[in-house]
């Protein structure tokens, strides 16, 4: 009986004990917490923290981050199943779009400080996040970057006296020249597991922009304006003389390019001999580069020049592209990491880790860590016709629907007509919701 | 036949005599195709290996057969990147809380189920039981909106768990285990079904209950089946990256190993090398699972349809 | 690595890894409890349902209650409303190469060569490890691909099959034996879809060999503890008659091991039509190689066609019946013998 009763007291005196000790590690208020979704992984996720540092440290708010690949399927899930994320970022706004067109986002016109927003943003990213043309704001970007960079090595131009070309007949001419010395101009790769044949419809794209100008460019990508129409199929068949006859421009041919990862494409440029002298990407393409070939110098082993202007009607025209924030859930917590998330100070943290452009003009270029993505930005807010990428904007069917028309364009170019009859036949249907 | 007692870890030498192996010739060319199509099938993974200890400008420049020879060029590179990953050591602990119930709850349900499949007659349990192999072709990707709607609707959502003092991984547990039952049910209930009637006779003479019956005959004799069902449905969990994003999320204090390992590349594939380090690092608890397990892979006293 | 956390944790992590096999044990022993209380006429009516219940519970929930609920999108538009058979007219549409018809036909190949290379291979290995004294070592060797996750399993087998232009060092295993040892051009496994024997798309049979690595070890494990259970005597009764060994494995061995062989087979035919990892992280249905869980997917994610995707997969389901029929038979056929 003694014993039992000691038993029980030394137990209850333990719970007391465990429970008094884990309440007491939570002494801190808790603030709230934040449920994020992004796509950035790896070193990506580090610097998103690192943007989000200042924000914790001051608000006390805890940020629950979760990133993945999948993250359309991840978020079509969680919204259907009406646990959503309270704000999530996509390198596409087409998801975000579907979401705003079923009521499933906010409207962020009192949430963020709109006055500072149409004093710091250039007018087009607002309303890119103005998807509804309802004059509701539902998609805030924060990161921004540039496609259409032709990337080269210097030391390889200089040797043979080639010069950048400033126009687009220039360009032709210099790719004549680099095949008639026996190499191909051209370095491409279109492979990328699920998405793969995204980096041939950046081409298709920039040239659509460049060469038809903007009015067709936002018919085409809003479905009003077919794929087989004169434009469009112009654009496909310039890309073509790129690519040469046989895709005899890229090396490699067809079978590389279709093999070959986007992310490795580059750096035939780089070997010696050089294998190619020309690759098109976007800024990222450099962590590629310096990846597969540690000794590698921004500026002297590797620099850029922006595609040159195809007609001198719409000269300075750029397709960029950048991260979009919603918030589906307005908390209190959400709605301040959304309106930090605007600002320059917060935009700048990322700017001065290197690897993204800021669409906040408060962001000073010195904040730019190398003269490389200076002169990105600097082309950026200089911009004359600055479009987003009109894949991102299509309806996610059209989009992989176009990747694919791309490897089918680089197997055979003689199949054009029916590709882009396929392709009108998506599209026929992919913009009815 | 003078044969010596056949031990469960002895293998073949006693009931081949050396004569007969020598007669057939069996003994040189089984195990040069033996160790040969087992080498054969092992340089993908050596590969990998080898690729794991090499620099991401080495590994795009040359294949993992190069390293072989001189200059190497090893590092440890991938694996110290990979094991500094953030929240290695949570999503560790978070893969044994999502493997081990995810594994035990179908393994026991399955058990019981197929028991009754195999030695109870009931209305329906044909159909049923059909149906159920039916089930195994259900495509999973269609059952994430419906049934985690329903989950939100009832509250089982990680969040509302841990507040209320539960573990967030109950709507994963049993997520796996429903996932998983079909294919359990369908392997236990043909081993179960291949035990000798007569076994269940004599218990039934003896009086045994349905109890002991299960727990005292039809499991031992069933180690084999229930030991590579363990295996199976722990790997499967162990290596799932989708339905534990859906039903548990990616957030940092529930995400498993498998979405810690494939959030170390960027979003645009940088620094794929470390999937190579990651690979073999989380292999090594399956195969701990696997090797402590093959013990059980002896042959039965009495496992397996005599009746024939 | 922070190791401080798995020490917090591990008491929890104990209790569940006792708890869950309690609730369990308890659950069975208080079902057998309740059922003895019964009269005795009542308990083999009502035992059995004690025994399947918690199964069947979670199968409803988890399959039956979705796959009713795809049954029903699949006669919906994007809206709800009622469309009849429509879409599977859509996915149906353009025999020979429009709608789901790539798909299909993909789909068959795998169950042909996935399904029937998966089971003999198992079959043999399983029969020829048993007969060394090494089985264990090299039962973990072919078994350690499928400790492998579907991402590393991808990463592997895009290493393999890696491609480099013909006269530049190759960086691809197959490329490299083909280049050095048979001398061929190398070849762009995952993309080039020139027809092996006329018929089979080269891509194709990459994708299935990725995916028959990855799954071998599973049909050994099976495979092998069946063998297991066929009892010694019988074997060595044979063999003292005078039998050859293959004329052993045709009439014991391989009768014996039959069921086992279905239940793997079947599983096996239903994994090959729910082929999708590899598809969709190789090539995303690209060149010609679409498999019917990617369309899908695609279908359910990309163009937010419930109804299409629904559609897919009754078709798919559609596809096993034939498979159950099979089972059936072989069941009442054991059914029958007892």
């Not at chain 2, 044969?3 to 010739?25: C, G, H, Q, Y």
């Not at chain 2, 349990?125 to 495509?139: H, K, M, N, S, T």
């Not at chain 3, 074997?235 to 008659?241: G, I, P, S």
Request: charged share 10%; glycine share 8%.
């Amino acid at each position: 009986m003694h014993q039992l009763w000691l038993k029980r007291s030394l137990l209850l005196s333990l719970a007391a004990i465990v429970t008094a000790v884990a309440c007491g590690t939570s002494s801190t208020p808790s603030a709230g917490s934040v449920n994020v979704m992004a796509t950035w992984t790896g070193a990506e996720q580090a610097s998103f923290m690192a943007v989000m540092k200042p924000f914790t440290d001051q608000t006390g708010i805890t940020i629950n981050y979760e990133a993945s690949r999948d993250q359309d399927a991840l978020l079509t899930t969680r919204v259907a199943a009406g646990n959503p994320p309270d704000l999530a970022a996509a390198p596409s706004p087409s998801l975000l779009t579907t979401f705003a067109k079923s009521g499933k986002v906010k409207a962020l016109n009192t949430i963020v400080d709109m006055t500072a927003l149409q004093a710091q943003y250039s007018p087009g990213w607002i309303t890119l996040g103005e998807p509804l043309a309802d004059g509701k704001l539902y998609q805030v970007y924060s990161w921004v970057s540039l496609k259409g960079l032709i990337w080269y090595d210097p030391k390889n131009f200089q040797a043979k006296g080639y010069n950048v070309p400033n126009s687009w007949d220039a360009l032709l001419n210099l790719q004549q020249t680099i095949k008639s010395s026996g190499t191909t101009p051209w370095c491409i790769g279109l492979e990328s597991g699920a998405a793969s044949g995204w980096p041939g419809s950046d081409w298709v794209k920039e040239i659509v922009l460049s060469q038809s100008g903007p009015t067709v460019y936002d018919a085409w990508w809003q479905g009003k304006q077919k794929w087989s129409s004169p434009e469009i199929k112009l654009a496909w068949t310039t890309w073509g003389q790129i690519l040469g006859s046989n895709d005899s421009n890229v090396y490699g041919g067809a079978k590389n390019m279709s093999a070959t990862n986007f992310g490795d494409a580059g750096t035939p440029m780089f070997q010696n001999p050089p294998k190619c002298y020309m690759h098109n990407q976007a800024s990222f393409i450099t962590s590629f580069f310096q990846s597969a070939n540690a000794s590698l110098q921004p500026g002297t082993d590797f620099n850029f020049f922006g595609l040159p202007d195809i007609t001198s009607q719409y000269a300075g025209a750029h397709v960029v592209a950048g991260d979009a924030w919603s918030m589906f859930n307005d908390t209190p917590q959400a709605e301040k990491m959304m309106k930090y998330l605007t600002t320059a100070d917060a935009q700048a943290i990322w700017v001065k880790r290197g690897g993204k452009i800021s669409p906040n003009s408060q962001v000073p270029l010195a904040d730019y860590p190398d003269a490389l993505s200076k002169s990105t930005a600097q082309i950026l807010v200089a911009t004359k016709i600055a479009k987003y990428d009109a894949g991102d904007q299509m309806p996610s069917d059209m989009r992989n629907a176009y990747w694919s028309a791309v490897l089918q364009f680089a197997q055979n170019q003689n199949n054009l007509n029916s590709i882009l009859a396929n392709l009108d036949a998506i599209q026929a249907k992919a913009y009815t919701s | 036949m003078t044969i010596a007692v056949a031990s469960p870890t002895s293998s073949t030498t006693a009931r081949f005599s050396p004569r007969w192996l020598s007669d057939r010739l069996g003994g040189f060319v089984l195990h040069v195709v033996v160790i040969g199509l087992t080498v054969a099938w092992m340089v993908p993974t050596i590969g990998l290996l080898i690729t794991s200890f090499r620099l991401p400008a080495d590994i795009s420049n040359s294949g993992w057969w190069t390293a072989l020879s001189p200059p190497f060029k090893f590092t440890f590179d991938n694996y110290s990147q990979m094991l500094s990953a953030s929240n290695l050591g949570q999503s560790l602990f978070n893969s044994f809380m999502i493997s081990i119930p995810a594994t035990v709850i179908p393994v026991a349900l399955a058990a019981f189920a197929a028991y009754a499949f195999a030695w109870m007659k009931f209305p329906g349990r044909d159909w049923i039981f059909l149906a159920l192999v039916g089930l195994l072709a259900v495509p999973l990707q269609l059952t994430f909106i419906p049934v985690t709607t329903e989950l939100v609707k009832l509250g089982l959502t990680p969040e509302k768990l841990t507040a209320a003092g539960l573990p967030p991984f109950i709507p994963l547990w049993l997520a796996h285990a429903g996932y998983g039952l079909p294919f359990s049910i369908y392997l236990l209930s043909n081993f179960f079904r291949a035990l000798p009637s007569d076994l269940f006779e004599s218990a039934e003479i003896d009086g045994a209950g349905t109890l002991t019956v299960f727990f005292r005959i039809v499991l031992p004799l069933s180690v084999p089946a229930i030991a590579s069902l363990v295996i199976f449905q722990f790997l499967w969990v162990w290596n799932d990256l989708l339905v534990a994003l859906i039903y548990v999320g990616g957030v940092a204090s529930v995400a498993p190993v498998t979405v810690t390992l494939v959030n170390l590349v960027g979003s645009y594939g940088q620094n794929y090398q470390l999937l190579t380090a990651a690979a073999f690092f989380s292999m090594i608890v399956p195969l701990v699972v696997f090797l402590s397990l093959q013990r059980y892979f002896v042959r039965g006293i009495l496992a397996g349809s005599v009746k024939g | 690595m922070d190791f401080n956390v798995l020490l917090t944790d591990l008491p929890t992590l104990v209790v569940v890894i006792i708890g869950v096999p309690l609730v369990l044990a308890a659950y069975i022993v208080g079902g057998e409890y309740l059922v003895r209380r019964l009269p005795d006429k009542a308990r083999p009516a009502v035992r059995p349902w004690i025994w399947v219940a918690p199964a069947l519970v979670l199968v409803a929930g988890f399959l039956v209650a979705p796959a009713i609920a795809t049954l029903i999108q699949s006669t919906e538009d994007r809206h709800g409303v009622f469309i009849g058979f429509q879409n599977f007219a859509t996915q149906l549409a353009g025999f020979p190469t429009g709608g789901a018809w790539i798909a299909i036909r993909n789909n068959l190949f795998w169950l042909i060569f996935y399904t029937l290379f998966v089971l003999a291979f198992g079959l043999l290995l399983a029969v020829l490890f048993d007969r060394v004294p090494y089985e264990k070592v090299v039962k973990s060797l072919i078994f350690m691909p499928m400790a492998i996750s579907s991402v590393a399993l991808v990463v592997i087998w895009k290493f393999m099959y890696a491609y480099q232009p013909p006269g530049q060092p190759q960086t691809g295993t197959l490329n490299f034996i083909f280049n050095t040892v048979f001398h061929q051009d190398p070849r762009t496994w995952i993309q080039d879809e020139t027809p092996l024997l006329g018929l089979f798309p080269l891509n194709d049979m990459a994708l299935i060999g990725t995916a028959v690595w990855g799954i071998v070890g599973f049909s050994l494990v099976i495979l092998s503890a069946a063998l297991k259970g066929i009892p010694g005597d019988l074997l060595e009764a044979a063999r003292v008659d005078g039998a050859g060994e293959i004329t052993i494995f045709r009439r014991v061995i391989f009768p014996l091991m039959m069921p086992t062989v279905v239940v793997v087979g079947t599983t096996l035919v239903i994994f090959a039509l729910k082929a999708f990892d590899v598809v969709y992280a190789m090539t995303n249905g690209n060149y010609h190689t679409d498999v019917l869980a990617n369309r899908m997917y695609q279908l359910l994610y990309n163009s937010n066609d419930f109804g299409g995707a629904s559609a897919v997969a009754v078709i798919l389901l559609l596809t096993v019946i034939p498979v159950l029929i099979f089972n059936l038979r072989q069941f009442r056929a054991v059914e029958a013998r007892r």
